[in-house]
């Protein structure tokens, strides 16, 4: 007989071990798909997890695709572990590479090794003044963070729009949505010869250990998690909720803020109108897959990432339509949705003997 | 884990090997790179008619839909130069500095570009259709079948592809009815169904009896059926999504420049080019005349689409003048490529302002 029990305290071991369940799950699932689809299950997905990263090359852009979501998810585990729903990473993004693009531009044609710097200043509080937004308003006006963050996306893109189509638009470029592209000395150094990865990385792992440093060697990580658990605890506590808000919002606004200065003085060297296939929200999964924990959010944006990259590979090889992608993504977040109810209940086997 | 690296690193070395060992001694094989699904029955749904011709004139081909023009655009066309495939179409404006990238690194393979005017590299080609031409059809349709004078027009985004079609539309819609006038509404998505059916039925609203659109969704077509207003379908016949509304739809016929293209690159005599063409050339083609219009008209369209075709008739002929009264084409003349290339000035009889 089987039996559903709860648990006392939610399983410590259940809580890191359910991620690895949900991708486990989401491949024997994904297997099932292509073998409905008519595909070999198992060459199928070796085509989308092996072959993308089996060289150098393909390595390289698996750590290239996974360095925006790893430094958005690392901001976003700030707001998510002390109850702040941010949703709006990717218009902080893009609002980001607005303002470092913007800067990027006054220096069109210049070089100089203080040029850089000032760029990627920018994109953090481009990225940090777009995420006060919601946080102001959520602190003063008492206004949904979730519905704030997420409609900023929208307007961030069309801001975005209005830029590369008029103002900033390559004068050049027959009135192409497109802006010049950026001076060397704007651009993020790459890291090797022929690879696209750059020195982007270096700022996702910085955030990695500084958020280790702040969620478990400071005060301020430890009023995180308490306002998480319970925002009661929290006032009765005396913390100061209204500064924590805003903090934890300014974080992952500097985040994505840097995500985008990553992509368009990366990989890109330009603003146009697409400079984020939806980080910002691939991103959330991301936080989540990786148990807002900093090292756990390294392992997932490289698993989200390659789910990106194994899309175009299938599709290539075997004409298996690249939005399964996309599913494999959805499928990761449901089941590990699905298999958090393990940390609340056990299941029991009980023998009809004894 | 190590081992499995080297074996799986090893394993797809010999794939990719026995990939490009079985491309070389085969026949050609073409790639393309869609920016949406190819099901959208717009803009991909006829580069991908496209593509199935040239599968069907006997040459492998593969496709990868949905690539966006971020940071993405360029690993799939290094895995597509990588892998065995001799030209690869990008077919979308924003691949455009991907592609010269690429292009550098795989002198071998070639590239060809849709809709842009970057060629930095001998192994990379443009290529785009002179819808304008069709729309000046559309126009001549628009002009003698409105009640109402007013014409309404969905755009896009205001760059010149855009802007010379709303004028190549507005001259031949003049030219047979000096009374009219159109209306924009910039939708400012080249897809997204909900918002271009807003923006029909805002025009619908202001009096427009026919619509015009820039714009790939099957979205207005069904608002004007619905509204019973004419309208006219992109890219691809849409007249089975609103057999009432559809007049006639201008589509993009890829395949014979496709086939031509990738049998050059079989037989070696493939060359670095920038082709325009239009409906001379069949890459712009008028679908069925409805039997709405009357006899008369449809006879006219006919006249007008074979003098297009052979010359005779150019869409931007002089005297053609701004919205402020200024000369931009004298008599007598036509407007050179050039001109046609960076037109970002409406004509007379359009109105409102571009956006900036």
Partial sequence: MIKIVKRDQPSRAIFFFTPVLAIFLTLVAGGLIFFILGFKPFEALKFFFIVPIADKYGFSELLLKATPLCLIAIGLSFCFKSNNWNIGAEGQLTFGAIVSGGVALLFYEQEGFYILPIVILAGAIGGMLYASIPAILKTYFNTNEILVSLMLVYVSKLILDYLVVGPWSNPEGFNFPETRQFSDSAKLPLLFEGLRIHAGIFLALAAVVISWFVFYKTYLGFQMKVSGFSLKTAKYAGYKGKKMIILVFLISGACAGLAGVGEITGPIGQLHREISPDYGFTAIIVAFLGRLHPVGIIFASLVVAITYLGAETAQIFMQIPKYTGQVFQGMILFFLLASDYLLFFKIKFIGLKK | ?356
Avoid: C
């Fill in chain 2, 1 to 356: 884990m190590h081992k499995f690296l080297i074996r799986s690193f090893v394993s797809s070395l010999v794939l990719i090997f026995t990939l490009t060992v079985a491309a070389v001694a085969k026949d050609v094989k073409a790639a393309f790179v869609y920016i949406g699904p190819t099901g959208d029955h717009g803009w991909t749904y006829q580069h991908d008619v496209g593509r199935k011709a040239v599968e069907a004139a006997g040459f492998k081909t593969t496709y990868v839909e949905g690539v966006p023009e971020s940071a993405d655009a360029e690993r799939v066309l290094r895995q597509l130069a990588n892998s065995g495939h001799d030209v690869i179409f990008t077919t979308s404006f924003g691949y455009m500095n991907p592609t010269n990238k690429v292009a550098k690194e795989f002198p071998n393979v070639k590239f060809e570009h849709a809709t842009g005017y970057k060629r930095e590299h001998p192994n990379v080609s443009t290529y785009a259709a002179r819808f304008y031409e069709g729309r000046t059809i559309l126009g001549t349709i628009a002009g003698t079948m409105t009640k109402s004078n007013v014409i309404g027009y969905v755009a896009s985004f205001p760059i010149p592809e855009v802007i010379r079609g709303i004028n190549s539309f507005t001259l031949a819609a003049q030219k047979v009815n000096p009374n009219i006038k159109t209306k924009i509404v910039w939708a400012f998505t080249w897809y997204d169904p909900g918002k271009e059916a807003e923006a029909a039925k805002a025009l619908i609203d202001q009096g427009a009896d026919v619509i015009a659109q820039h714009t790939d969704s099957t979205a207005i077509v069904q608002m004007a059926e619905k509204a019973g207003v004419y309208a006219f379908g992109q890219a691809s016949d849409m007249d089975k999504f609103a057999p009432k509304a559809v007049l006639t739809s201008v589509e993009n016929n890829w395949g014979p420049y496709y086939v031509d293209r990738v049998k050059a690159v079989a037989n070696g005599t493939w060359s670095q080019k920038d082709t325009w063409h239009g409906i001379g050339d069949g890459m712009v083609v008028i679908s069925d005349l409805d039997s709405q219009m009357p006899a008369d008209l449809r006879s006219k369209v006919k006249k007008l689409q074979a003098d297009l075709a052979s010359g005779k008739v150019h869409s931007f002929t002089g005297p053609i003048y701004d919205q402020k009264g200024n000369l931009m084409v004298a008599e007598g003349k036509t407007a050179d490529d050039g001109m046609l290339a960076g037109m970002m000035t409406y004509v007379k009889g359009v109105e409102g302002d571009i956006p900036k």
